[in-house]
T-cell receptor
Framework: GNSVTQMEGPVTLSEEAFLTINCTYT??????LFWYVQYPGEGLQLLLK?????DKGSNKGFEATYRKETTSFHLEKGSVQVSDSAVYFC??????????FGQGTILTVHP | DAGVIQSPRHEVTEMGQEVTLRCKPI?????LFWYRQTMMRGLELLIY????????DSGMPEDRFSAKMPNASFSTLKIQPSEPRDSAVYFC?????????????FGPGTRLTVT
């Protein structure tokens, strides 16, 4: 079956630090890959996505590249801000619109 | 578009009572999903619909939970009778077949507390 594994958190960084959150997946077929972000008290929002191998998704300074050879979709940002503090979820979809989520990684950024 | 709308945003009820959560998906979307989020279990898919028809309800915890989608613009998740372990945040999400790899749009959630 499909599965997504994220690096364990929580992750605590100082403002302007470099961020990496690792995500690897197992899937049959050719999945689309997503990063969702959840701010405190809110629902999940799509942060970025990639629908085929070697695609790079990017948004708000965040990037992730679909690596089929390593089955990975790591999230990166060059300089985090306090406002990036949130929970980040990696996810994949194969068919029928169903998403498989990772367990989420809590990010806290200090001034 | 107003996005996915859920009501109520907060619900506090006593054990044994019936609880009904409501969701209005984004107009034109043909998939609707119900999720539950807790600290212990993370984000769990409960059930999802395609064109108002339930496709997979294997995530529904037990017979106390039921979900309906009487039309394309409305869905309910009912818990009867409710128990303290049902306390969680319940999210509704919708998507459109073929749109960007099945991107889902989430509502703000309903925080349920059962005392």
């Amino acid at each position: 079956g499909n599965s997504v594994t994220q690096m364990e958190g929580p992750v605590t960084l100082s403002e302007e630090a470099f961020l990496t959150i690792n995500c690897t997946y197992t899937a049959t077929g050719y999945p689309s890959l997503f990063w969702y972000v959840q701010y405190p008290g809110e629902g999940l929002q799509l942060l970025l996505k990639a629908t085929k191998a070697d695609d790079k998704g990017s948004n708000k300074g965040f990037e992730a590249t679909y690596r089929k050879e390593t089955t990975s979709f790591h999230l990166e940002k060059g300089s985090v801000q306090v406002s990036d503090s949130a929970v980040y979820f990696c996810a994949l979809s194969t068919s029928y619109g169903k998403l498989t989520f990772g367990q989420g990684t809590i990010l806290t950024v200090h001034p | 578009d107003a996005g996915v709308i859920q009501s109520p945003r907060h619900e506090v009820t006593e054990m044994g009572q019936e609880v009904t959560l409501r969701c209005k998906p984004i107009s034109g979307h043909d998939y609707l999903f119900w999720y539950r989020q807790t600290m212990m279990r993370g984000l769990e898919l409960l059930i999802y619909f395609n064109n108002n028809v339930p496709i997979d309800d294997s995530g529904m915890p037990e017979d106390r939970f039921s979900a309906k989608m009487p039309n394309a613009s409305f869905s309910t998740l009912k818990i009867q009778p409710s128990e303290p372990r049902d306390s969680a945040v319940y999210f509704c999400a919708s998507s459109l077949l073929g749109q960007g790899g099945y991107e889902q749009y989430f509502g703000p959630g309903t925080r349920l507390t059962v005392t």
